[in-house]
């Protein structure tokens, strides 16, 4: 098992002989010194054999190299290798090579940096006398399939390569008691089918096959040339029942050392299952090491949690099942589940098949939700019951035998603060907080327990050595880590002997910065393509960039933004300045994991040019202050017309609703009376009315103040905003515009009420006072949760929240209580409408409607 060997066998009879003929191919496209002339891939299913067939031709002396050696990769425990042949030929003479003892065989295990065993090998031979111009053919069989799928078949093909192809000819033959289901992208063709009394043979075949076209910063899951897949899985069903089949959850007995384990556990939890779920789950996470012997069918199957537990490592596998183990044994409902954790998009629409996923995790419920936790995921903090779930996109939940969406973490905050204090020797001292939460706060606390702090430090010094001149180190790198609310910050300083250059045709003493931090999540797309463009997601990313003047000389005013917004993605430059201190603040939010197609135009064009975005710029005088007197600013309000636009739709929205409401009899809020006691307004009724006034009046002036002239509201420049970004606050700022602009145009009807002593005044006025009361406070609460705590004076917060309240009450009461208010108001909408039908009857020489048929009655 540990050394097979290499068999020399004849060529199968079972192999579909393609009828075309190969084809010249571009040589312009050969990129590794050799191509293939002919290449084949065919499939027996019932023999359990992959055959593999290519004739390459060396085209140069690049391809000496690249193309004299041959590895054949396969799984000693369940595989085996038939050599056909392997021949070169040369000046039309067949030069054979297949000698098995040229063969070494090496261990590649190619997971191996993932701490991964999975005993694959390579039979790995150097051809030798090999010249330019020589066709090396070369034809085997690995034999034997994975047993852990219980003979069910899956697989895919690329029918396209990074290279030409002469002739291509791909072939699965399948025994007649067996389906095969197959699935095309990338614009593949649909396979060839051809049928015998024994077996039914899928293929394609084609000859000239173009060298494909690959992109770079794709997503994992774009297919960018034609594939096809295949199983015998017919549905997402099946495949839960066979991984539940080959991982069962097993009971505990009472002489296995993990039963008393988990008691133990059990009682250290005051038997509360939540605190019995966090420390089994740490425990699991942390001291159970990722580590595992994936060889045959351990590749897909755990092994037993009671060796697991003993050895005190595992893969995904065997940590989820062990973990699920151990849930259960104490009634809490849980499971496993299947993802992959480079595909996010597209999983419901793969064929399914087990190599749809790479990954394996758990879900649990417990104090009344669902959750996923993942096993593998080391010293994660925060509650249990909201653990930092990573994105997958979907999962296969075993239990349900179905696809799932995932959620995506939203909260996770990445924000660096980089403040340069000016000297006045031209120097300068940099002092950087970084400060991290929820999966970025796990991501740098893998960071700092794989490598040694001052190996980190000494990285740290040198991103700051490279962006600028005579940096040494200020004081030592400090790190705080709260693991319970999973949040890490970082400190650091330096000592900046030198911060600016020197103008050559000028002689300006200037500096400059670029925010490389934020760079570094755009990916470098400069050509328009038809390839969707891969982002870091999800993804909340702040930098602030603060210059400060020596001895605190203030410097002129200055204002500059840009934002750009889209579905995938939002950013944001805002540059400001306090006395003498110039903030320059960038932000970088992903909203989903790629630009797709259609949007990678506009994201070329946006990014293109880098340093319009990341790059700042600034002169110093001879006290080495920054200069800001011949700085251009841009226009912070980048909404002018948007405005007006809403206040012309809530304008609409408005007189819609009134005329509809004007006809309206009023309810019982308050009781009026049946007749008017009252034919003048007098007493508080002239209290009432100049509060309308001033109200209406002074709502229109300072929403217009607000939402119209001052449109830097709209970019919330001068604004650092917490929890949300730029396109939700502006969002939630058109939903206040439209609210607050309704009421005031509410408050105006309650005047021209008022004055017409409708029946419907009373009423109005009650719900537009509570209304305008109650929106004040969530707007109170709302600002004091987005904007920061500097901005937002706690006792001014208070009083803006219950300053309302009391008159409120007052005029709440009022308009309940009064009598001459029930005796007022009584006028209804076809009274009021009464005297206008006798002024236009008398006109026209007519009786109003109640007047012109004869009265008749008892």
């Not at 039309?92 to 005993?119: C, M, V, W």
């Not at 696809?403 to 403040?419: F, Q």
């Not at 509201?713 to 606050?729: C, T």
Request: with cysteine; hydrophobic share 35%; net charge negative.
């Amino acid at each position: 098992m540990a050394h097979p060997n290499i068999q020399k066998v004849k060529t199968p009879d079972w192999l579909r002989v393609s009828s075309l003929s190969p084809s010249e191919v571009n040589l312009d496209d050969v990129s590794d010194g050799y191509y293939y002339e002919r290449q084949e891939y065919q499939v027996h299913l019932g023999l359990q054999e992959r055959y593999y067939s290519e004739v390459r031709v060396v085209e140069n002396e690049q391809g000496l190299s690249s193309a004299g050696q041959v590895s054949i990769l396969f799984d000693p425990s369940y595989q085996s290798i038939l050599l056909h042949e392997l021949i070169v030929l040369r000046d039309g003479k067949r030069i054979d090579k297949a000698d098995t003892k040229l063969f070494k065989l090496l261990a590649t295990e190619s997971d191996l940096s993932r701490s991964i065993y999975n005993g694959t090998y390579s039979a790995y031979c150097i051809i030798d006398d090999l010249r330019k111009g020589d066709r090396i053919s070369i034809s085997y069989t690995v034999k034997g399939f994975n047993p852990v799928f219980d003979n069910k078949f899956f697989d895919f093909a690329h029918l396209q390569a990074s290279e030409p192809i002469g002739l291509l000819l791909v072939n699965y033959v399948v025994p007649k008691n067996r389906d095969l289901y197959f699935s095309y992208q990338g614009g593949a063709e649909a396979l060839n089918v051809k049928q015998s009394s024994a077996a039914t043979s899928y293929y394609y075949e084609a000859n000239q096959v173009a060298k494909g076209t690959f992109y770079d910063y794709v997503p994992s899951w774009y297919v960018s040339v034609p594939t096809l897949t295949c199983s015998e899985f017919s549905n997402w069903e099946e495949v839960a029942n066979w991984a539940v089949k080959v991982n069962p959850i097993p009971a505990l007995t009472s002489t296995k050392s993990l039963r008393t384990f988990a008691d133990e556990t059990w009682k250290k939890a005051d038997a509360n299952q939540v605190k019995y779920f966090k420390l089994i789950t740490d425990f699991v996470q942390n001291e159970i090491r990722y580590q595992g012997i994936e060889m045959g069918e351990f590749s897909h199957r755990a092994n037993d949690p009671e060796k697991v537990f003993r050895q005190r490592y595992g893969d995904c596998k065997d940590k989820s099942v062990l973990l699920v183990t151990l849930l259960r044994y104490k009634q809490i409902d849980s499971g496993l589940g299947l993802v992959n954790t480079q595909v996010d998009q597209g999983l419901k629409n793969q064929i399914p098949s087990p190599q749809s996923f790479n990954h394996m995790v758990v879900w649990a419920a417990i104090d009344g939700r669902e959750q996923w936790i993942d096993a593998t995921a080391a010293q994660q903090g925060g509650d249990i019951l909201y653990r930092y779930f990573p994105w997958y996109g979907a999962v296969l939940n075993l239990a349900r035998g179905r696809v799932e969406d995932l959620g995506a973490d939203h909260e996770a905050l990445t924000h660096i603060s980089e403040v340069y204090q000016m000297h006045k020797d031209g120097s300068a001292t940099v002092t950087v907080k970084s400060y991290y939460t929820s999966s970025a706060a796990e991501s740098m606390r893998s960071f700092f327990t794989g490598i040694s702090k001052s190996e980190i430090q000494k990285q740290y010094l040198t991103y700051y050595q490279n962006k600028h001149k005579g940096v040494t180190l200020g004081s030592n790198l400090k790190y705080d880590d709260n693991l319970e609310n999973n949040v890490l910050s970082v400190y650091e300083r330096y000592e900046i002997n030198q911060l600016y250059d020197v103008e050559k045709e000028s002689g300006k003493k200037y500096i400059n910065f670029y925010s490389q931090h934020t760079d570094q999540y755009l990916p470098l797309v400069n050509t328009v393509r038809p390839a969707p463009i891969y982002l870091p997601f999800p993804l909340k990313f702040e930098h602030d960039l603060c210059i400060i003047n020596p001895d605190g000389v203030p410097m002129s005013t200055v204002s500059d933004s840009h934002n750009r917004q889209c579905e995938s993605y939002f950013y944001s430059r805002f540059m400001r300045n306090n006395q003498d201190t110039l903030k320059i603040s960038y932000s970088f939010y992903t909203y989903k994991s790629y630009v797709d197609e259609k949007n990678v135009a506009e994201y070329v064009t946006t990014f293109q040019d880098r340093n319009s975005f990341f790059f700042s710029g600034f002169y110093l005088d001879d006290d080495y202050n920054v200069a800001m007197d011949n700085f251009e600013s841009s226009p912070t309000g980048q909404m002018t017309l948007y405005p007006i636009l809403l206040l012309v739709l809530v304008g609409i929205i408005f007189a819609l609703f009134v005329r509809r409401y004007n006809k309206l009899t009023p309810g019982n809020i308050p009781s009026l009376y049946d007749e008017m006691l009252y034919s003048k307004l007098g007493g508080w009724l002239y209290v009432l009315g100049c509060s309308l006034i001033i109200g209406f009046l002074g709502s229109l002036w300072v929403n217009t103040q607000n939402y119209i002239v001052n449109n830097s509201v709209w970019s919330a420049y001068n604004l650092e905003l917490h929890h949300i970004n730029l396109f939700q606050w502006q969002i939630i700022l058109s939903i206040e515009f439209l609210i607050s602009y309704f009421l005031s145009f509410t408050l105006g009807y309650c005047l021209y009420l008022f004055f017409r002593k409708r029946d419907l005044f009373p009423q109005t006025c009650f719900y537009t006072f509570l209304t305008i009361s109650v929106f004040g406070i969530i707007m109170q609460l709302y600002a004091n949760y987005v904007m920061p705590e500097n901005l937002v004076d706690p006792n001014n917060s208070l009083y803006g929240i219950t300053r309302n309240i009391l008159p409120t009450i007052i005029w709440l009461s009022y308009l309940y209580y009064s009598d001459r208010v029930k005796g007022t108001f009584v006028i209804s909408y076809k009274q009021e409408e009464s005297p206008k039908q006798s002024i236009i009857a008398d006109q026209n020489g007519e009786l109003p409607d109640d007047q012109s048929q004869p009265q008749t009655g008892v």
